[in-house]
């Protein structure tokens, strides 16, 4: 069976998150949006830990199911399910320098949970002070706490290419898992790719061979969920499969591609995409000095700032360009078709084992521009709740569901949007130093069209 998966969301006990990032309301959140599996987030923090236990239970097999409570909730078979995940904030210095790494946790069960709590706050990180703490631990020690714990559990870098917040970053990471993680880091199996770069961007990096590449929301309200995704293929949903499928890289690497006895069928199928132009730090730049280079123009001009003199923002197109052992070239990208989806997927020549991925433009975005309005808008609104009740998901929408058959709901305009994403053509400009891109469906010469047309039939 396929599932979509969101594993790293964060609740309203984490700074800068909607009050409305409880349980039930991810929960309904999850199905419009057609996620199966969901994360919890932060259950390093007590109080949330326990709304976790009021309104989940555990299956036995290390996910959890809403509780049905008092006929508020209709738990049906297919609904969306969750699996425990927390992220740490770690800053320390190693090697003379300051480092702050963000690092997700799973865990397999509530009681597991509570252990790795006990022993945090005894190594004196407070937990109560975020829903994502920040802690002084090295990630290597936060790797020996969880293991030592349950070896059962995962540890993944989170948006590894963040310039200030994670294991790549240009402005206090490393330069690899080993650096990071040092024995330990054999068992980092996956790295989180974040919003601003694409796995594509990944396998350039040698050390990433025998690990997975997984992409996840981060998101901090409900419509931002399964902004990006994993699709899991297991034979049967739960903690086991999720980890083999995680695992399978560095097994097959292992066991030097053989087909054994043991050999998982769990793995990941495919992952679904921003466009990493659309993230925040895609080029290098200063936001306040409206600087923005190209890794071209980077390499060209370097990293201080042409208008206050200052070190730029390095982007995560230049920060790849540095630690890539190989040329984009050399991946020979392809772009192919999967049955199930009726998008073009990306995918390498070379490492034809890398799951392929496919790039989405949230269907708010895509509304906002074909009927026009903010995606927030009442119209874009009404718009997405119709197609939603029409065609029960967001996934379904924009992966699966005929054009002629969006077309019959919301006119051709919209199924013609919905086109363009799943074949990618569309425009983009590139975000940098925290300033999103923005992406665009038509050219700008289009939408001008577009707004005389309907200036000139206001005349009549
Ligand atoms: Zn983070
Ligand atoms: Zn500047």
């Known amino acids: 069976m396929k599932v979509i998966a969101d594993l790293q969301i964060h609740s309203k006990y984490a700074r800068a998150v909607s009050k409305e990032m409880v349980i039930p309301k991810i929960w309904e959140w999850a199905k419009v949006k057609g996620i199966g599996l969901m994360a919890t987030g932060d259950w390093t923090h ?69 252990k790795i709590n006990k022993k945090l706050t005894s190594m004196g990180a407070n937990l109560m002070s975020d829903g994502r703490p920040i802690m002084g631990l090295t990630s290597r020690q936060i790797a020996d706490v969880v293991l030592t714990i349950n070896p059962k559990c995962l540890i993944i870098p989170a948006h590894v290419w963040t310039p200030w917040f994670s294991l790549y970053g240009s402005e206090s990471g490393f330069d690899s898992v080993d650096e990071a993680f040092g024995d330990y880091a054999r068992y980092i199996y996956a790295i989180e790719t974040g919003l601003s770069s694409s796995p594509s961007m990944n396998w350039r990096i040698k050390e990433l061979d025998s690990r997975s590449i997984v992409s996840f929301s981060d998101a901090h309200s409900g419509p931002k969920l399964g902004r990006e995704a994993t699709v899991f293929n297991v034979e049967e949903l739960g903690f086991a499969a999720i980890r083999q499928a995680i695992m399978e890289p560095s097994h097959r690497k292992l066991t030097n591609a053989y087909t054994s006895a043991n050999e998982t069928k769990n793995r990941i199928a495919y992952t679904l995409e921003f466009y990493p132009e659309e993230g925040k730090y895609h080029y ?56 199930e989806i009726r998008a073009n997927v990306h995918y390498s020549q070379t490492f034809a084992n890398r799951p392929p991925f496919m790039m989405l433009v949230p269907l708010a975005e895509i509304l906002a521009e074909a009927i026009g309005g903010l995606p927030s808008s009442r119209n874009v609104q009404n718009e997405y709740s119709k197609l939603i009740n029409y065609f029960t998901s967001e996934f379904a929408i924009l992966l699966s569901i005929d054009q002629a058959d969006i077309a019959k709901i919301s006119g051709e305009r919209v199924a013609g949007a919905i086109d363009r994403v799943r074949k990618g053509e569309i425009y983009v400009d590139p975000g940098y130093d925290g300033v999103f891109g923005v992406v665009k469906i038509w050219q700008q010469g289009k939408s001008e069209d577009k707004t005389q047309k309907r200036e000139q039939m206001n005349l009549f």
């Open 46 to 114: 007590p109080l949330w830990l326990r709304e976790i236990k009021n309104d989940l239970e555990e299956m036995g097999n290390g996910l959890l199911k809403l509780k049905g409570k008092s006929g508020k909730f209709k738990v049906e078979e297919k609904d969306p399910l969750f699996l425990l995940e927390t992220e740490v904030s770690c800053i320390y210095s190693q090697g003379g320098r300051l480092r702050r790494i963000h690092t997700l946790i799973w865990s397999p069960s509530i009681d597991t949970c509570e």
């Open 284 to 339: 290098t730049g200063h936001r306040n000095c409206d600087v923005k280079q190209t890794p071209e123009e980077t390499r060209k001009k370097g990293t201080i700032c042409p208008v206050c003199g200052r070190k730029l923002t390095v982007g995560v197109m230049h920060r790849v360009d540095q630690l890539a052992g190989r040329s984009e070239e050399e991946l020979k990208l392809g772009i192919n078709k999967i049955d």
